[in-house]
């Protein structure tokens, strides 16, 4: 059977675990050709890896990947997706250090997916939302009536954290302030030219709520 020609250069990772050795490699700042030289695989055959939705290496491949990447056999495949992050055990000698504001502020404009923390009248809610950092405040959309657009002109807490349960550590960002609704054009324009991506929920969600921080505070686990 003929071999298939390769996807075009500009092509995305299209399948699961092409998406997954990606986005791993990404968050380790690593080129293909490194994670390549890492895993002892040739860095076009990565790149099939990544850009081919049926590719289906072996386990002892995936395996070498697993070790180069920093993760485990089952996040690279997807098998802890429906999991709650930090299922493993905890470090033997694990370290607990206090992060300054200017790494919080680091951290949190990796952006992705934070957790809001609204009083409603049956009590406090935490709802993940998409968001964006906009000159040290935090923006997100939402659509009206929904918990998230009640947090306009109210006091809020924002967390973001990251874990790596491979290796039993990670970080957190709590964020303490008061969510505003933007309400001028202009803003509105020019946050929908920042924003990181599309909230995720997908639907109508043109209400813009902007945290103004009041305290950050962060800390971070390390082996």
């Known amino acids: 059977m003929a071999t298939p020609p390769p996807p075009p250069p500009d092509s995305r990772p299209a399948g699961?675990?092409?998406?997954?050795?990606?986005?791993?490699?990404?968050?380790?700042?690593?080129s293909r050709e490194e994670t390549a030289a890492r895993a002892g695989v040739a860095p076009g055959y990565l790149r099939y890896l990544e850009e081919q939705p049926t590719a289906s290496p072996g386990v002892h491949t995936l395996l070498r990947l697993a070790d180069a990447l920093r993760t485990t056999l089952r996040e690279l495949t997807g098998g802890d997706a429906e999991l709650p992050p930090g299922p493993g055990r905890a470090a033997r000698n694990p370290g607990f250090t206090r992060l300054g504001a200017q790494e919080c502020w680091?951290?949190?404009?990796?952006?992705?997916?934070?957790?809001?923390?609204?009083?409603?009248?049956?009590?406090?809610v935490v709802v993940p939302v998409n968001?964006?950092?906009?000159?040290?405040?935090?923006?997100?959309?939402?659509?009206?009536?929904?918990?998230t657009a009640r947090a306009a002109g109210s006091r809020v807490a924002f967390e973001v954290d990251r874990v790596d349960t491979a290796f039993s550590r990670g970080w957190s960002v709590l964020v303490h302030g008061r969510a505003h609704a933007?309400?001028?054009?202009?803003?509105?324009?020019?946050?929908?030219?920042?924003?990181?991506?599309?909230?995720?929920?997908?639907?109508?969600?043109?209400?813009?709520?902007?945290v103004e921080p009041r305290i950050v505070t962060g800390r971070r686990i390390t082996v």
């Open 131 to 147: 968001y964006t950092v906009v000159h040290r405040s935090i923006v997100f959309r939402t659509a009206p009536r929904t918990v």
């Open 182 to 210: 933007v309400t001028d054009p202009d803003d509105v324009r020019r946050l929908r030219g920042l924003a990181h991506s599309k909230p995720w929920a997908g639907g109508r969600r043109d209400l813009w709520i902007r």
């Open 106 to 124: 680091t951290l949190l404009a990796t952006h992705g997916v934070g957790r809001l923390a609204v009083n409603t009248v049956s009590g406090p």
């Open 16 to 30: 699961d675990l092409g998406r997954r050795l990606a986005l791993r490699r990404e968050e380790l700042g690593l």
